[in-house]
Structure formats: structure tokens, C-alpha cells
């Protein structure tokens, strides 16, 4: 079975502080995904990366950056945490093919940050 | 522009009856669409899809999705709902349009009731 783990369930930061939330897939999968999930929203994405040291702009990107220094672990990082940023919080992972799209996203289990 | 539709809020059955969860979107070109499911505390899980091929689809935990090209829909199915299935239900489309990422509906939470 896949399995996408993240570093925090919970976490709660103040405002201006630099957040950390890491992701890590077991499967060896090309694809990562950062999304942030809230109610009426559904889930918008924040940056994917294809490819180690490769990152892409999502929907979503200000306020927040990326990192993949690896090929299983994908980072986000909050440089200055605001309230509006409080959220759901989910990592996920699919595999590549020569059809782009094709394959399921693999989700971890979610951290929720709240910024006070 | 693309988009996806999930036209109910909430969608409340009673267990053993049959259970619908609408989704309709809107892209160029062929769709890839997908539901995932997310119970309580849990992270999103993957359900079924449809590429190509038959339009209906057989997934996980007895769901089925039927695609609809004139219609432009992919409504999630299951004969006879059971209480576990109480969850938080997304549909996804990717496309050609979206660059092969997934476009996500509001999601709808399914109540069954005893």
C-alpha cells in the first residue's frame, strides 16, 4: 500500500512565524502535491513538483514556498504564517506516465494549522 | 474555464436505501474524472475513475460512477447505503484544459441514517 505520511497532525503557530510541514511517500512516485482543503472550498492546489528540485506554481502559490530535495519528500513552507492561513493542510502523491492525469493522487492524512 | 459541480451541500439517506451524490463539470475536450472520499479525521481516499471505455464505472466499497457525456456529469452511485458510509464526497475532473491537474469540486457530505 502507498503510504504518505505528514509531519503534524496538529500545529498551531502565531502570526509571522516561519511554519515548516513536511510530506513523505513511500512509493517512489514522480508527482507531489500540496493542497490546502477548506469547507464550501473543496481542495485548491498550492505547488506540485514532477520531478526532485522541479516545482510548479498551483492556484493557490502566495504566501507560501516548496521544497524537494529528495524524491519522496516534499516540504511547504509558510515564510510568514497569517492568519488567513489558517487551514487543512494536505500532501499527496501519484505516479507518472506517458498520459498525464491518468494515475490516483495517494493523500497523507492532513495537518491542520491554525495561526494565531 | 473548467470547473466542477457538486450541486448538494449535505445528502441525507437511510440506510439499506439506494444513495446519489451529483457531480457535473465543465472542460475542452475529454475528461478524467475521479470521486474520492474522506472520512472523519482521515485523509482523502481514492474511490474510482473513468478514462475511457465503459461508461460505468465499479470502484471501492460497492460505489459506482455512470459518465455522461451529453449531460457532462459523473454521478456517484451505491444500491444500498450503509451507515459507514457517512463521509465527506469529492469529484475531480482533469483535462487537457487544466494541464492534467485535478480541478475539485466543493465536496458533499453524506449522512445515512440508521
Known amino acids: 500500500d502507498v503510504k504518505v505520511t505528514q509531519s503534524s497532525r496538529y500545529l498551531v503557530k502565531r502570526t509571522g512565524e516561519k511554519v515548516f510541514l513536511e510530506c513523505v511517500q513511500d512509493?517512489?512516485?514522480?508527482?507531489m502535491f500540496w493542497y490546502r482543503q477548506d469547507p464550501g472550498l473543496g481542495l485548491r492546489l498550492i505547488y506540485f513538483?514532477?520531478?526532485?528540485?522541479?516545482?510548479e506554481k498551483g492556484d493557490i502559490p502566495e504566501g507560501y514556498s516548496v521544497s524537494r530535495e529528495k524524491k519522496e519528500r516534499f516540504s511547504l513552507i509558510l515564510e510568514s504564517a497569517s492568519t488567513n492561513q489558517t487551514s487543512m493542510y494536505l500532501c499527496a502523491s501519484s505516479p507518472t506516465s506517458g498520459v498525464k492525469g491518468l494515475y490516483e493522487q495517494y493523500f497523507g492524512p492532513g495537518t491542520r494549522l491554525t495561526v494565531t | 474555464a473548467q470547473s466542477v459541480a457538486q450541486p448538494e451541500d449535505q445528502v441525507n439517506v437511510a440506510e439499506g436505501n439506494p444513495l446519489t451524490v451529483k457531480c457535473t463539470y465543465s472542460v475542452s475536450g475529454n475528461p478524467y474524472l475521479f470521486w474520492y472520499v474522506q472520512y472523519p479525521n482521515r485523509g482523502l481516499q481514492f474511490l474510482l475513475k473513468y478514462i475511457t471505455g465503459d461508461n460505468l464505472v465499479k470502484g471501492s466499497y460497492g460505489f459506482e460512477a455512470e459518465f455522461n457525456k451529453s449531460q457532462t456529469s459523473f454521478h456517484l452511485k451505491k444500491p444500498s447505503a450503509l451507515v459507514s458510509d457517512s463521509a465527506l464526497y469529492f469529484c475531480?475532473?482533469?483535462?487537457?484544459?487544466?494541464?492534467?491537474?485535478?480541478?475539485w469540486g466543493a465536496g458533499t457530505k453524506l449522512i445515512i441514517k440508521p
Open positions: 512509493m517512489d512516485h514522480e508527482n
Open positions: 475531480a475532473v482533469s483535462s487537457m484544459d487544466s494541464n492534467y491537474q485535478l480541478i
Open positions: 513538483s514532477y520531478d526532485v528540485k522541479m516545482k
